[in-house]
T-cell receptor, first 114, second 115 residues
Framework: EAQVTQNPRYLITVTGKKLTVTCSQNMNHEYMSWYRQDPGLGLRQIYYSMNVEVTDKGDVPEGYKVSRKEKRNFPLILESPSPNQTSLYFC?????????????FGPGTRLTVT | AQTVTQSQPEMSVQEAETVTLSCTYDTSESNYYLFWYKQPPSRQMILVIRQEAYKQQNATENRFSVNFQKAAKSFSLKISDSQLGDTAMYFCAFMTNFGNEKLTFGTGTRLTIIP
């Protein structure tokens, strides 16, 4: 089954404790991206990757890091989480210029930083 | 920079009725894509319908259709014969035709279908 997976689905952590949210896709997509969703703000792009070893900032990159060492994986790293990073996070992937320009979204990760 | 505006934070409609969700956007580009995504309580993001800006014909997907007015930069979603399963948050989104396939989202409209 074609899918994007994220782990963990829920996470409660404390300020300053490094964490990683994993994202994996099994569709051989070149493009992957991270978004955060906040009430009243919709979804905003954090980082994206056009291919292996090619990453760039989105609209809200502060406080986040990413890496793309393999085509299928695109982890999101919060090295020193703060309460303002409490949010719902989505990973998405697509084949650039592909049919329907459809991006496939993961199930989301609910992060709470206390 | 592109912006997407959804001016209706919440809407409700009786089951089987028709409802229209509004979306306007701002861009200086001539070629782009517009989308409506549905987010049910499960939080999964589901693509409902897409429209290519260079196509004048409005897109339709079963009970879902759009009214795309390029000059007015308007992209509304019409849901016909609404069903209880249509209850969800709906996001309008914009994508340029170049480079980063970033989706720029509106703030969403929470739609409730009343039995």
């Amino acid at each position: 089954e074609a899918q994007v997976t994220q782990n963990p689905r829920y996470l409660i952590t404390v300020t300053g404790k490094k964490l990683t949210v994993t994202c994996s896709q099994n569709m051989n997509h070149e493009y992957m991206s991270w978004y955060r969703q906040d009430p009243g703000l919709g979804l905003r792009q954090i980082y994206y990757s056009m291919n292996v070893e090619v990453t760039d900032k989105g609209d809200v990159p502060e406080g986040y890091k990413v890496s793309r060492k393999e085509k299928r994986n695109f982890p999101l790293i919060l090295e020193s989480p703060s309460p303002n990073q409490t949010s719902l996070y989505f990973c998405a992937s697509s084949f650039p210029g592909g049919a329907r320009n459809e991006q496939y979204f993961g199930p989301g990760t609910r992060l709470t930083v206390t | 920079a592109q912006t997407v505006t959804q001016s209706q934070p919440e809407m409700s409609v009786q089951e089987a009725e028709t409802v229209t969700l509004s979306c306007t956007y701002d861009t200086s580009e001539s070629n782009y894509y517009l989308f409506w995504y549905k987010q049910p309580p499960s939080r999964q993001m589901i693509l409902v319908i897409r429209q290519e800006a260079y196509k004048q014909q409005n897109a339709t997907e079963n009970r879902f259709s759009v009214n795309f007015q390029k000059a007015a930069k308007s992209f509304s979603l019409k849901i016909s014969d609404s069903q209880l399963g249509d209850t969800a948050m709906y996001f309008c989104a914009f994508m340029t035709n170049f480079g980063n396939e970033k989706l720029t989202f509106g703030t969403g409209t929470r739609l409730t279908i009343i039995p």
